[in-house]
C-alpha cells in the first residue's frame, strides 16, 4: 500500500505565494508519475500538474502554467508545487495523487493524460488553499 500526505495549505492573498508538499510512504520500488488536483465542492477534480520521477518530466494544466512549478526531492518521494502570482480562482482543495508507473505521455482534447485522475490510484486527504484579499 501506498500513503501520501499533503501540508502546506492554508491562506495567501491574490497576487501571493504558496508552497506545497506531498510526501509518499509505503510500497513504492519503482518509477512513479506524482500529481496535484484540486476540487471544488460539486464539481469535478481537476489536474494541476504531474512529475515523472525519472528524469522529471512535468505536465501542467494551462491555467496554472508560468505561475505554478511542480518539482521533487531526490528521494523522489516528497514533491512540491509552488504556487506563485495566485487568483482568486486557485482556491481549492488540492490534493497530491501517485501511479506506479511514468506518466502517461497521451494528450487528447487538450488534456494531458498525466493531469486525469482515473491514471492514479493513490490519492491523500486534500489540503485546504484559501485565496483573499
Known amino acids: 500500500q501506498v500513503q501520501l500526505v499533503e501540508s502546506g495549505g492554508g491562506s495567501a492573498q491574490p497576487g501571493g505565494s504558496l508552497r506545497l508538499s506531498c510526501t509518499a510512504s509505503g510500497d513504492i520500488w519503482r518509477s512513479t508519475c506524482m500529481a496535484w488536483f484540486r476540487q471544488d465542492v460539486g464539481k469535478e477534480r481537476q489536474g494541476v500538474a504531474a512529475?515523472?520521477?525519472?528524469?522529471?518530466?512535468?505536465y501542467y494544466a494551462d491555467s496554472v502554467r508560468d505561475r505554478f512549478t511542480i518539482s521533487q526531492e531526490n528521494d523522489k518521494k516528497t514533491i512540491y508545487l509552488q504556487m506563485n502570482e495566485l487568483k482568486v480562482e486557485d482556491a481549492s482543495m488540492y490534493y497530491c495523487a501517485l501511479d506506479l508507473h511514468s506518466c502517461s505521455g497521451r494528450y487528447s482534447g487538450g488534456v494531458w493524460a498525466a493531469l486525469t485522475p482515473a491514471e492514479y490510484p493513490y490519492w491523500g486527504q486534500g489540503t485546504q488553499v484559501t485565496i483573499s484579499s
Open positions: 512529475i515523472y520521477s525519472d528524469g522529471g518530466r512535468t
